[in-house]
C-alpha cells in the first residue's frame, strides 16, 4: 500500500446522477476498499446497497433509514448484501468506506 493524504478541502465535489455529490478519497488496485466523503442535499432520499460492507461516519447534519436517525458523529456498520433506504431533511456528509470487510463477508 502507499500512503495517502488529501486535503478535502481542495477536492472538487463530483455530482452523482441520483443528486448525492462524491469525493474520492482512496482507491487503489489490487485492494477492495475505496473510501469517499458523500454529500447527500437537504430533502434527498434513495437506496443505498453494500456487496461487500460499509462503514460509515456521520460528519455533518443527519439522516434516518429504516433502523432509526443517525446525527453527527454516528458510526455505522453495515454487513455484506446491506440494503437500506436513507433519507435526509437537512442534508448530510459521511465519511464512506466500503469494501475491504474480509470479517464482514457472508460464510
Not at 85 to 94: A, F, I, K, Q, S
Amino acid at each position: 500500500r502507499r500512503h495517502v493524504a488529501a486535503d478535502t478541502t481542495a477536492m472538487q465535489w463530483r455530482e452523482n446522477s441520483d443528486g448525492r455529490a462524491t469525493k474520492l478519497l482512496y482507491s487503489q488496485a489490487g485492494y477492495s476498499d475505496r473510501m469517499r466523503l458523500e454529500r447527500w442535499p437537504p430533502q434527498w432520499a434513495g437506496e443505498s446497497t453494500y456487496p461487500h460492507g460499509a462503514e460509515l461516519f456521520v460528519l455533518q447534519g443527519s439522516f434516518e433509514d429504516e433502523e432509526g436517525p443517525y446525527r453527527t458523529h454516528t458510526w455505522l456498520r453495515f454487513p455484506a448484501q446491506s440494503r437500506h433506504r436513507p433519507r435526509t431533511r437537512e442534508g448530510c456528509v459521511l465519511y464512506v468506506k466500503e469494501g475491504g470487510f474480509a470479517y464482514l463477508r457472508e460464510q
